[in-house]
């Protein structure tokens, strides 16, 4: 049965098993429209970045199926993974480069992204002298380059302290409202989650499948103080019900 | 350079040669009796004899030149071989599996069980020396080009994967990269590693233009301990100059991204 056309992916009753045994995911059903935001939490080791890995091909379904709309695809790693001889520009250029887009057209992409990430300072300095936000700053700049369309992000700001993380979660907001891309998001941190997505879907312990899901209705441009809003703690607490394996009835709020 | 910069770094080595000297000249004039004193002449008969004496100098200084070129040509040799070979290892298993017990085995041997050997079959020539000096210096070149081309991480392999990059793609935006520092600390061993081998080598071949190693021989046949130690210093200091010209090269490409060149200390 084809899927609609606004549907970018479509996972469906997905299972991939490594070679010594062990079950990453099973079962897992998925489907992201086209400008969702998506993203996927559960407890380390469940298969999250798993999920990922497949959508972009990095690794194959050992059963059921992997559909991706023709598009753009980007693929953040939890690692900025920048090489550390590389100036920030070329670090940025890389994927371009790869993708054969000539020099100069090249050059001006980096700058515009690079002014997008707030880097434009930086174009001449290795990874080494930048901070840790800065550097997943650049990581996403690589992929921005290539203007994707379906951005897989691999719980990027897993690595930053709380300060760092926030403030990328705003500017990545802010990129999500400005651009014109869907997004899928792993992470760990439920507030992370609440804040950043249209929907929230939450993995079960491994073998990972989805075990529910809370739309999260705010719009977008989201703005800081929308952290401390008594609705987006009702929210995050359905979605952490839903991790320790209840039907979302917590009957307290975290703080988020 | 700042007083401080002179006492931590400059005056302990500097004082160390001074107790070195001074242990020197103890054993040469103090302990050793006057016909006894051609065992260890005190230094500055070594710099006299060896160095100032004009003829003696010539001679050594032609010496060192063979050995020099003896040892630059086997350096180059090994270094080209053993990046090519590290690098098919690192393309393909069987590869690695065929060739890698034999580069343990070369490294191994005994180089000097095989020179008598190595001369028969190619002369004891120029060529002769250059070949051992490159089967000594080709170890490191392999290993530490195989080792550096596996350093790359998996994400990074990852992210070239995402954009369908080719073997040689690989090899040129990440690999060869991602393996300049083990590679060239591998360099840099068999840089001194082929000063050795071509003294060596030439103490064994005793035909044509002598090197440091038929001068150490004739010293020695002579008890010409003031030149044998000036050939011995030369020799050293041709080690020093490859381990050096070496680091400079480490710190020139990879100094600036590479967390430890070969002069960083943890600290």
């Not at chain 1, 290795?126 to 951005?151: T, Y």
Request: charged share 20%; glycine share 8%; with cysteine.
């Amino acid at each position: 049965m084809p899927a609609p056309a606004d549907v970018m992916l479509d996972v469906a009753g997905v299972e991939r098993t490594f070679s010594d045994g062990t079950a990453a995911v099973r079962e897992l059903d998925l489907r992201v429209r086209r400008g969702e935001f998506v993203s996927v939490v559960g407890p380390s080791g469940c298969g999250k970045s798993t999920l990922l890995r497949l959508v972009s091909g990095l690794e194959p379904a050992t059963a059921g199926t992997v559909d991706v709309a023709p598009c753009r695809l980007g693929h953040v790693f939890q690692d900025p993974t920048l090489l550390p001889w590389r100036t920030v520009t070329r670090n940025v250029e890389l994927l371009a480069e790869l993708e054969g887009i000539p020099r100069a057209e090249r050059r001006q992409r980096v700058e515009r992204v690079l002014d997008l990430v707030g880097l434009t300072g930086f174009a001449r300095a290795r990874p080494a002298a930048l901070s840790g936000g800065m550097r997943m700053r650049a990581s996403l700049a690589r992929s921005l380059v290539l203007e994707p369309e379906l951005f897989l992000l691999d719980e990027p700001f897993g690595a930053l302290d709380e300060l760092t993380r926030e403030r990328m979660n705003d500017e990545l907001v802010a990129l999500f409202a400005g651009g014109a891309f869907t997004v899928l998001f792993v992470t760990h941190s439920v507030a992370e989650a609440v804040f950043l997505s249209s929907r929230v879907v939450v993995m079960s312990p491994r073998p990972g499948r989805i075990v529910g899901e809370v739309a999260v209705p705010f719009p977008y441009p989201r703005p800081t103080h929308l952290r401390f809003a008594p609705e987006f703690g009702r929210l995050a607490a359905q979605v952490s019900g839903l991790l320790r394996g209840g039907g979302g009835q917590a009957g307290w709020v975290i703080s988020a | 350079m700042s007083l401080a910069v002179v006492r931590t770094r400059w005056l302990p080595p500097a004082l160390a040669f001074a107790v070195f000297l001074g242990l020197w000249y103890l054993v040469s004039e103090v302990l050793l009796d006057d016909d006894r004193r051609f065992l260890l002449p005190p230094p500055h008969a070594v710099v006299e004899v060896a160095f100032l004496d004009p003829v003696n100098r010539a001679a050594l200084l032609r010496g060192l030149a063979l050995s020099a070129a003896v040892a630059f040509t086997g350096f180059l040799i090994a270094a080209v071989i053993g990046v090519a070979i590290g690098t098919a290892m690192s393309q393909a298993r069987w590869v690695e599996r065929s060739l890698y017990p034999y580069a343990v085995l070369l490294q191994c041997v005994p180089i000097l069980a095989l020179v008598p050997v190595i001369g028969f079959w190619f002369d004891f020539g120029l060529t002769s020396r250059v070949i051992v000096t490159v089967l000594i210096a080709l170890f490191p070149v392999i290993s530490g080009t195989l080792f550096g081309l596996r350093s790359a991480d998996r994400a990074q392999h990852d992210l070239l994967s995402l954009h369908r990059a080719s073997r040689v793609t690989r090899l040129v935006k990440l690999q060869f990269p991602s393996a300049l520092p083990a590679l060239l600390t591998g360099l840099q061993v068999a840089a001194t590693l082929a000063v050795v081998g071509a003294v060596v080598g030439d103490l064994f071949f005793k035909q044509g233009t002598p090197g440091i190693g038929v001068l150490i021989d004739l010293y020695r046949a002579r008890l010409q301990t003031e030149q044998l130690l000036g050939a011995a210093l030369l020799a050293c200091l041709l080690g020093v100059a490859a381990f050096s010209v070496l680091g400079l090269l480490i710190r020139a490409t990879t100094g600036g991204w590479h967390g430890t060149t070969a002069y960083d200390r943890p600290r």
